[in-house]
């Protein structure tokens, strides 16, 4: 069956899914959880052999790692779905209520998107995560992962779609297998509302530019902390380390070292051979290079880079530094090769931090803290549907509501627009 | 100076137009005014030379109406200008104010999407409106008129480009004026971050499928009524006249009217002869017409025209016909052949009410009232950017608040994410 047959009666389908109740999307979120566990052992059996074939095929550690699924991996996607099942219901809300005129009366409503569509690189337990989001939202989806875990997917897929087809319409959850379907996909602007796809820079930048679909999502996270003449330098070697090795594969992560000249002396040599030690090989331009030296002399290694590579998403144990001029030259910095992620400014000057935090134009403008807290779950949303460095509907950590829109519902008594124009009756715009 | 040239430095402009007070965009709004009405001759005396060099070239004069700019239409830009500087500041809005834990608090807060590109054919009061619109949003502008009035355009931006550099940051506005910089302008994704077009709904189709760059707005409008067997029949009629004759060129206006059999025979003479004597060319399918020749003989003259044909936008005093089963048919052609847009239903009847606003898949969804009321004047918005057919980021009529986005500001006080990580501290999400 062909992509275009697969996806014709799927804007119909999402009508009509939107249409259930919370009891009823609960109930399927619940069989999910039922059959995940019941059938835990035929989705790992399908997870080994993909993992042998990447073994075979050579590919990195890290990557492996992430294509696992096993019974941690299991227990983590189960503790989303119990989290999802106890959040409120997202579709029904009422966003605006206005009488417009007597027995006129305007209410914006919260409702699904309609079709989301998923393309993501390994990580099959993103497959599960993001069914479960479209289901607790009314929101039918289009997934098509990774060739390197196409076992465990289409087992996943299959016990997760019965489950979820005993209580929603039948065809509410479609898989796509080829990779050649994918460029099909990218063209279905009639049948796919939302495109988000999960994956490396160039997966990500390659949607973004292929598809006329809104696309939400992150391509890189190059994320900055810039030290400031003001800062405690205690939090700030303390942020430094938690922000670049907590956790490096990560797009919050940073990547990007900004230290003002004026505590540069007194930064440098401390923050040098606490990274160092850390594993964290350092890059910079001449001028840190040469401070780094002057101060440290031999001691500390650090890559030389060009003034023009400084948005650099390493994800791994690196990160380049810069000595700034001044908190301006920091944001000028930030907003010419961050990626509007997230940024930290560590100074004690509050003029300074609310000075970043408006000129900064990123998704998440932070100060004495870690970029690692731009996550939905660490701001408190429950559950995520990933991180937009977008403009529009939704930016930063985007919980459930990124996959809701609304409508507008207006009950009228026989009213018509003539005799508003003729000056016959009036508007009074009351909220109720 | 190219194009690239041009927009070179209008994300940076933009960073700073965010940053200004609400007193400095309204002053500049009141210089936008104040150099519109000292400067009205020299704009009407280059609009003459377009509307001249129109009707030289045989347009049509409803086009040669539209693009007319004389006292009165001045007299409207100025009236929309005056109700932008009353509308409160769309900048700096707290949307969400959490503590995550002790000393780590988080602000959602309102801010200028950045750089609006509009695209306009003819209506230079689109140029007025939208520059409005932008200076009180803190969002730089980039405008693309229609050739037709690129006198009066000129004239439009120097005046309003020049009063609001007065106050607002130099390059704030910029217009484009070739034609041949439209294509160009669709692919500077790094320099604009969202494009309004207005004007027809192939020019509309054009904009939306050449670009990657996030487009608000709506190609066609193929609205609907619905005229279901619990319907007040005065009601129905005069809503039909309302909803078709009020203003036929607009979006708003009805293109298909749908009529349950049960009450066709008591319906469609009386509807007829009142669109007949309106003026409006009845099309229908072979049912619809065989059904108007049974009841009214050949008094009344109907188009004939094939199932498929449908998604026809008239935009004139002619209309769709059609006979359908029940309210689920009704559902199930407006979501076929309908734009999405705005669409009644008819009824006397609650529970059909509530089932068509849940099943209809459009903006805006009304019962019992003409779809002319959708527009965020009448929504009582205050401002209207456009209606937007799209579901992500805005739909419907969207005010002010659709030129807006949003960042996140966690103010912290030396926070790392590895306490948490590690459970030696824990978030409390408290509302703030």
């Known amino acids: 069956m062909g992509l275009q047959d697969k996806l014709k009666n799927i804007k119909s389908t999402g009508i009509s899914l939107a249409a259930t109740t919370q009891k009823q999307r ?14 835990k052992e035929s989705i790992f059996e399908a997870n080994k052999i993909d993992v042998a074939t990447a073994e075979e095929q050579g590919l990195t550690k890290s990557v492996i790692k992430r294509l696992g699924f096993d019974d941690k991996k299991l227990a983590s996607v189960i503790d989303g779905i119990d989290s999802l099942i106890s959040l409120p219901d997202p579709i029904g809300k009422v966003l605006l209520s206005r009488s417009l005129d007597e027995g006129l009366d305007l209410y914006r409503i919260s409702v699904p998107i309609g079709v989301i569509c998923l393309i993501f690189e390994s990580r099959p337990d993103a497959l599960v995560q993001i069914a479960s989001l479209c289901i607790k939202s009314g929101n039918c989806a289009v997934l098509k992962g990774g060739s390197e875990t196409k076992n465990t997917n289409r087992v996943l897929f299959n016990v997760i779609s019965k489950a979820a087809s005993s209580v929603l319409p039948e065809g509410s959850l479609v898989q796509i297998e080829e990779r050649s379907e994918v460029n099909e996909l990218l063209s279905c602007s009639e049948s796919i509302d939302l495109i988000i796809p999960r994956g490396s820079n160039a997966f990500v930048q390659y949607i973004m530019s292929h598809t006329t679909i809104p696309v939400m999502g992150h391509a890189d996270g190059v994320c900055h902390l810039y030290i400031d003449s003001d800062a405690d330098i205690e939090t700030a070697l303390k942020i430094c380390l ?33 990274m160092s030690e850390a594993g964290v090989t350092l890059h910079g331009n001449n001028e840190f290079a040469g401070r780094l030296k ?12 060009n003034d023009d590579d400084y948005h650099t998403e390493y994800l791994d144990y690196a990160c380049s530094c810069k000595i700034v001029d ?33 000129m900064v134009d990123s998704a998440n403008c932070m100060s ?3 970029t690692r807290f731009s996550d939905g779950f660490r701001y408190g949303f429950g559950a995520e549907v990933g991180i937009s460095t977008g403009k529009l509907h939704a930016r930063g950590p985007v919980g459930l509501e990124g996959l809701m829109t609304y409508k507008y519902k207006l009950y009228g008594s026989g009213h018509i627009v003539g005799d508003y124009v003729s000056g016959t009756k009036q508007f009074h715009f009351k909220d109720i």
Chains 1, 2 share one sequence.
């Open 368 to 370: 004495n803290c870690s």
């Open 26 to 39: 609960n109930d399927a979120l619940i069989a999910v959880k039922e059959a995940l566990i019941s059938q």
């Open 294 to 305: 002057a101060l440290c002399g031999d001691d500390i290694y650090c890559e030389l880079m």
């Open 242 to 274: 938690d922000a670049k090795t907590q956790y490096t594969s990560v797009c919050n992560a940073v990547e990007t070292i900004l230290i003002n000249k004026d505590i540069s002396d007194t930064f440098i040599p401390r923050f040098a051979r606490m």
């Open 326 to 358: 001044d908190i301006d030259s920091a944001i000028a910095h930030i907003n010419r090769f961050g990626s509007h992620h997230s940024d930290s400014i560590i100074t004690q000057n509050k003029e300074k931090i609310e000075h970043f935090m408006n």
